[in-house]
């Protein structure tokens, strides 16, 4: 290798997890033998606290800044560039033409200086990139942090947690109530509102202080009696076990809502279990098994025939969805009642698929993993439906739950706008 280096100045430094040495050794050695070698002139800045250097390759550039080695396609600067002409920082879109960039562009003039690339492009366009940015938007940086921060649990770990409620008072009127109400739920998966007024009313204006409600078939909020008025197991007074809703949407609901507004009789606790917590004790034991999971294709199917309604959708996926840079677990599909015909799977990988299968359910089954929890008028819960499984034990008398699902995107964007990480 005989690419050049650049020792340039710079303050501050990034904040970054840890990733494992030999995971790292093993994405940087993969990456070193995808580039040539190229020379060219860089410019000196100077040096201090922290140190970036540059190597310049064949059609990426090699930044080794704030104890990470990143790479940066030519291509993706130039697509990548914030100036003017080419980004339009007042409603954040691009204003480049993808399509016009060279494939084969490289710059003319590269430089780091006052913590920032400096690229000149034929033709004379110049790039600014600040090295902050830079690094964290880099794949490399990317794959060592997680998209949403989670806090995996068991009953006792909830539990001991000691999670507070949010208060109907203070979270119609307090966005700071509003915004703790949201980190615990995008670190637990589940989150309360209390002394809510046992309403329909009432519960759909709980939901809208954080997103829009996501109409389904079952209508924009639904009431749950055992009058079977649908053609679906929730409508009755039975047992349900553990699952998430609607897996037979191409995008499952990201949230579900309940809300007890009466009941007379016995019976009827909700049960919460949480998924992720399973399928990474699954991960750590039988990692072949969650590669299985995570890699076969299931279909659910919802077939619904009745006077008033008649449906049929199906959602396919894999029962652990995985972002395919970092491994981090995204989305659960688990519902037994609804899951189709399997027909999507290769004759020798059904048995194994099965195996797998059983292991998560056994792990989802440990009773130490179950939360049970009685809901009560006035006791709203917010359920991540992409994460958290629920299901009830059977009960007696009138029972009357209304809710709705919520659009994941709406309450993420909530979360977001409070400067949570989402
Ligand atoms: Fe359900």
């Not at 809208?208 to 924009?220: A, F, N």
Request: hydrophobic content about 35%.
């Amino acid at each position: 290798m005989t690419a050049e280096s650049v020792c340039v100045a710079m303050l501050g430094a990034l904040k970054r997890t840890v990733r494992p040495a030999l995971q790292q050794a093993q994405l940087l050695s993969a990456l070193r033998h995808t580039h040539t070698p190229w020379t060219h002139k860089t410019q000196v800045r100077a040096c201090a606290a922290t140190s970036a250097t540059l190597h310049l390759h064949q059609d990426s550039l090699e930044l080794n800044y704030a104890g990470t080695q990143m790479h940066f396609n030519y291509v993706w600067l130039r697509d990548h560039c914030r100036s003017v002409s080419s980004y339009n920082s007042q409603t954040n879109q691009r204003i480049l033409d993808t399509g016009s960039i060279d494939l084969n562009i490289r710059p003319d003039r590269t430089a780091v200086e006052d913590g920032h690339l400096v690229l000149s492009w034929p033709g004379g366009h110049v790039s600014k990139y600040s090295l902050n940015w830079l690094a964290e938007n880099s794949y490399e940086g990317k794959k060592q942090s997680t998209v949403q921060p989670r806090i995996f649990w068991n009953s006792d770990i909830y539990k001991s947690a000691n999670i507070p409620s949010a208060k109907w008072d203070t979270f119609m009127s307090c966005d700071d109530e509003v915004k703790k109400f949201l980190q615990n739920y995008l670190l637990y998966g589940i989150a309360f509102v209390d002394d809510v007024p046992a309403t329909v009313e009432a519960t759909e204006a709980v939901t809208q202080r954080v997103s829009l409600i996501r109409e389904t078939t079952y209508g924009r909020t639904w009431c749950f009696t055992s009058d079977f008025s649908r053609g679906d197991t929730a409508y009755s007074q039975l047992a349900l076990d553990r699952h998430t809703d609607t897996s037979y949407f191409q995008e499952p609901c990201g949230i579900q809502v309940f809300h007890c507004l009466k009941h007379e009789g016995t019976g009827g606790r909700t049960l919460l279990v949480d998924g992720f917590y399973a399928a990474e004790t699954l991960r750590q034991r039988s990692p072949e098994h969650f590669e299985l999971l995570s890699r076969v294709p299931i279909r659910h199917e919802y077939i619904e025939n009745t006077d008033n309604h008649r449906n049929h959708m199906t959602g396919i996926g894999p029962v652990v969805n995985v972002y395919p840079w970092n491994n981090e677990i995204y989305l659960i599909r688990y519902n037994n009642y609804d899951r189709s015909v399997i027909n999507t799977i290769p004759h020798g990988v059904v048995q194994q698929w099965y195996v797998a299968h059983r292991e998560l359910t056994t792990e989802l089954r440990r009773p130490e993993n179950e939360l049970w929890v009685k809901l009560s008028p006035g006791k709203v819960i917010f359920i991540d439906n992409w994460r958290v499984m629920h299901g009830r034990e059977s009960f007696t008398g009138l029972r009357q739950l209304c809710g709705c699902y919520l659009t994941r995107d709406d309450v993420l964007s909530t979360a977001r706008c409070f400067g949570l990480q989402a």
